[in-house]
């Protein structure tokens, strides 16, 4: 059964952090990359950050020095924290594997995400 379930996202001022955490299938997901992703209105969803089996991580270019991907492979949480939030980052974030996400029935499922609202 897949499961991902954000949380930890909510509404805070522009050079806050928040934390926010997704609980996975480890059945699915604990030999995979996982990934954040954000959609922000009006636009389609994108990568923000990864991270491999082995830790290794990578991210997008708007975030770099900011956000800091984790994962916790016994409790099959990844974590993704945010500091020095702007306006911009404001979007519906998901988890989800990387690069290939999860599929029910061929297609592709997300969890509910948890949305981030930056003011300035």
């Known amino acids: 059964q897949v499961q991902l379930v954000e949380s930890g996202g909510g509404l805070v001022q522009a050079g806050a952090s928040l934390r926010l955490s997704c609980a996975y299938s480890?059945?699915?997901?604990?030999?995979?990359?996982m990934a954040w992703y954000r959609q922000a209105p009006g636009k389609q969803r994108e990568w923000v950050a990864r991270?491999?089996?082995?830790?290794?991580?990578n991210y997008t270019d708007s975030v770099k020095g900011r956000f800091t991907i984790s994962r916790d492979n016994a409790k099959n949480i990844v974590y993704l924290q945010m500091n020095s939030l702007k306006f911009e980052d404001t979007a519906i974030y998901y988890c989800?594997?990387?690069?290939?996400?999860?599929?029910?029935?061929?297609?592709?499922?997300w969890g509910q995400g948890t949305q981030v609202t930056i003011f300035a």
């Open positions: 989800n594997g990387f690069p290939g996400v999860a599929t029910i029935n061929g297609l592709d499922y």
């Open positions: 480890r059945s699915i997901f604990s030999a995979y990359a």
């Open positions: 991270i491999a089996t082995d830790g290794g991580t």
